[in-house]
């Protein structure tokens, strides 16, 4: 009995490591240096006074988007849909305010960045954000 569960545990062990995930299902977006900032008071940003309020910036891969949660939460993604970072599309937030789409392959995002309807199946690239006074600070 022992030394058929030492035949089984290599045999195991191999199955689990070939269960990692293929980067041909989770293409993979370039990573681009990232370190901007912005005033979320300014006239150039009216959105972000209100929550659900968003603004497009030019950095990024292919653009980044912050979504403001509430006064002190703001979140910035990535433009590009994670399910195919090749075309030539980059994600729009939907007039209702209330999810960000891909107008090539239709996957819908969330206000938070996670998958709410497919083909994507992996939530969007989220930059690192921190707000001091009026000054967001947008970084990888």
Not at 47 to 54: A, E, F, I, P, V
Not at 86 to 105: F, G, H, K, M, Q
Not at 119 to 128: E, G, S
Request: proline letters at 7%; aromatic letters at 8%; charged letters at 15%.
């Amino acid at each position: 009995m022992k030394s058929k569960l030492l035949l089984l545990l290599p045999l195991l062990a191999i199955l689990v490591s070939s269960c990692s995930k293929d980067s041909s299902n989770n293409p993979i977006i370039p990573n681009v240096p990232v370190n901007t900032q912005l005033n979320v008071s300014s006239q150039l940003y009216p959105d972000l006074r209100q929550d659900g309020g968003y603004a497009y910036l030019p950095e990024g891969y292919k653009g980044i988007v912050v979504v403001r949660q509430n006064a002190g939460s703001y979140f910035a993604f990535e433009r590009t849909c994670t399910y195919d970072p090749t075309n030539d599309c980059v994600l729009e937030v939907d007039p209702s305010r209330l999810y960000i789409t891909d107008p090539c392959c239709g996957s819908q995002f969330n206000m938070q960045g996670q998958v709410i309807g497919g083909p994507a199946i992996n939530a969007l690239r989220k930059y690192t954000t921190s707000l001091v006074a009026s000054t967001l600070y947008v970084s990888n």
